[in-house]
T-cell receptor, first 115, second 115 residues
Framework: AQSVAQPEDQVNVAEGNPLTVKCTYS??????LFWYVQYPNRGLQFLLK??????LVKGSYGFEAEFNKSQTSFHLKKPSALVSDSALYFC?????????????FGKGTSLLVTP | ETGVTQTPRHLVMGMTNKKSLKCEQH?????MYWYKQSAKKPLELMFV???????ENNSVPSRFSPECPNSSHLFLHLHTLQPEDSALYLC??????????????FGPGTRLTVL
């Protein structure tokens, strides 16, 4: 089965410092990986995705993610965190199942950026 | 978030009530999805629609009934719900459910409370 794991429930970062939100995946075949962000009382917003090609993927709001096949990881990064980045972050993998290509989500990582 | 809209944003209902959640996408997509987001649990895929076709997750109780009258609208009809059904219900759409590269775009969700 295709799945992702987010090992950290919460990540705390000071404003201006670099941030990393971790995600590892388990798939058979080529992985299609996604990052979403959810602000309080809002839906999920798409940040970026890896399909193929360059291992460093750039997305919205200055976020990027690095696909590492040997470590089966797809960590989300940002060089300089903002307080407004505080939110819930979800990693997801596209899985082929009975419903076609659905998304299997991790449990989410809460990011808190302090001033 | 204006690409996918959901109404109502908040709903409180008793266990004997019948209500419906509505989702509309303005992106010209062909596939629509219902997800359930409960506290402390990963997002759960409930239903997928692609044009006229419905693919159902067998684990979804029959008290949840989806309807997709056209490719832009998706409903979730609710009846005789249980308190454990209280959750955030998210609608999403993508160009095609069968394309692994497609990004799913989410609505803001309906916060459902069952008393």
């Amino acid at each position: 089965a295709q799945s992702v794991a987010q090992p950290e429930d919460q990540v705390n970062v000071a404003e201006g410092n670099p941030l990393t939100v971790k995600c590892t995946y388990s798939v058979s075949g080529n992985p299609y990986l996604f990052w979403y962000v959810q602000y309080p009382n809002r839906g999920l917003q798409f940040l970026l995705k890896y399909i193929t090609g360059d291992n460093l993927v750039k997305g919205s709001y200055g976020f990027e993610a690095e696909f590492n096949k040997s470590q089966t990881s797809f960590h989300l990064k940002k060089p300089s965190a903002l307080v407004s980045d505080s939110a819930l972050y979800f990693c997801a993998v596209r899985a082929l199942g009975n419903s076609g290509y659905a998304l299997n989500f991790g449990k989410g990582t809460s990011l808190l950026v302090t001033p | 978030e204006t690409g996918v809209t959901q109404t109502p944003r908040h709903l409180v209902m008793g266990m004997t009530n019948k209500k419906s959640l509505k989702c509309e996408q303005h992106l010209g997509h062909n596939a629509m999805y219902w997800y359930k987001q409960s506290a402390k649990k990963p997002l759960e895929l409930m239903f997928v629609y692609s044009l006229e076709e419905r693919v159902e997750n067998n684990s979804v109780p029959s008290r949840f009934s989806p309807e997709c009258p056209n490719s832009s609208h998706l409903f979730l009809h609710l009846h005789t719900l249980q308190p454990e059904d209280s959750a955030l219900y998210l609608c999403a759409s993508s160009q095609d459910r069968g394309a692994s590269r497609d990004t799913q775009y989410f609505g803001p969700g309906t916060r459902l409370t069952v008393l």
